[in-house]
């Protein structure tokens, strides 16, 4: 029933596979901010997403289970995988709410906000895929994580921008801009979320090096 083998690489395996439906998800969304007219197409494939990655937790919690021992911390690895799961919920969340809303056009700097997710989501592959030896790549972990948290620092500046923006055009126009302002104030707190939740995995990461490496 136990799995005693510490060089057991599945829990670092799953949670690579996690982190592509992450990125993955990430690329599904910029394409509907920039082109809204693939909202719907895009719909089903990051369902679909969400549904393997909800199977890849159910992996995990499964053989953390049944693990005597295991290459992290018990809580460490649930709560990677909780960590990466709610990613791909948020990512769907806000296709879910762009859908809902008939929000149309993104506002002028929404698609930076979508690349940098996508950056940061690919710099998290590139962080997973070396986990299964901290020691080693320690220095490679770290670099990729300092590099979700610069894009987060962007992101958080555009964010503002473009919300002042909003608020800016529906004082000038307020009998027509108020419900674009409401429509894409909430999906640019959204993708605010999601950046900041890119760097709560990187800095998951960074405590990872700082306590095994």
Same mark, same amino acid.
């Given at each position: 029933m136990? %799995?005693? *083998?510490? $060089?057991? &690489?599945e829990f670092f395996d799953l949670f690579v596979e996690n982190a592509k439906y992450f990125h993955l998800g990430?690329?599904?969304?910029?394409?509907?901010?920039?082109?809204p007219n693939k909202a719907l197409e895009r719909i089903d494939e990051i369902l679909g997403l969400e549904s393997k990655a909800d199977e890849v937790n159910e992996r995990i919690m499964e053989k953390l289970n049944l693990s005597f021992i295991t290459p992290l911390d018990r809580e460490d690895i649930y709560m /990677?995988?909780?960590?990466?799961? %709610?990613?791909?919920?948020?990512? #769907?969340?806000? @296709? #879910?709410?762009?859908?809902?809303?008939?929000?149309? =056009?993104?506002? =002028?700097?929404?698609?930076?906000? &979508?690349?940098?997710?996508?950056? *940061?989501?690919?710099?998290?592959? !590139?962080?997973? !895929?070396? @986990? *299964?030896? /901290? $020691? !080693? %790549? #320690? +220095?490679? /972990?770290?670099?990729?994580?300092?590099?979700? +948290?610069?894009?987060? *620092? !962007?992101?958080?500046?555009?964010?503002?921008?473009?919300v002042g923006i909003l608020y800016d055009d529906?004082? +000038?126009?307020?009998?027509? +801009?108020?419900? =674009?302002?409401?429509?894409?104030?909430?999906i640019l707190e959204d993708l605010e979320d999601t950046q900041d939740h890119c760097n709560k995995l990187g800095n998951i990461l960074r405590g990872g090096v700082m306590k095994y490496a």
């Open positions: 136990f %799995n005693f *083998s510490r $060089k057991d &690489t990430a690329v599904l969304l910029d394409d509907v901010i920039k082109d /990677i995988a909780r960590e990466l799961d %709610n990613g791909v919920d948020l990512l #769907q969340g806000t @296709l #879910q709410r762009i859908i809902m809303s008939r929000a149309g =056009h993104a506002t =002028h700097k929404c698609p930076m906000l &979508t690349n940098w997710i996508v950056e *940061s989501t690919n710099e998290l592959v !590139k962080a997973f !895929k070396l @986990l *299964s030896d /901290i $020691k !080693k %790549n #320690q +220095r490679e /972990i770290l670099d990729a994580c300092a590099k979700v +948290r610069e894009y987060e *620092s !962007k992101a958080d500046m555009v964010y503002r921008e473009e529906a004082t +000038r126009d307020p009998a027509n +801009r108020t419900i =674009h302002l409401i429509k894409w104030k909430n």
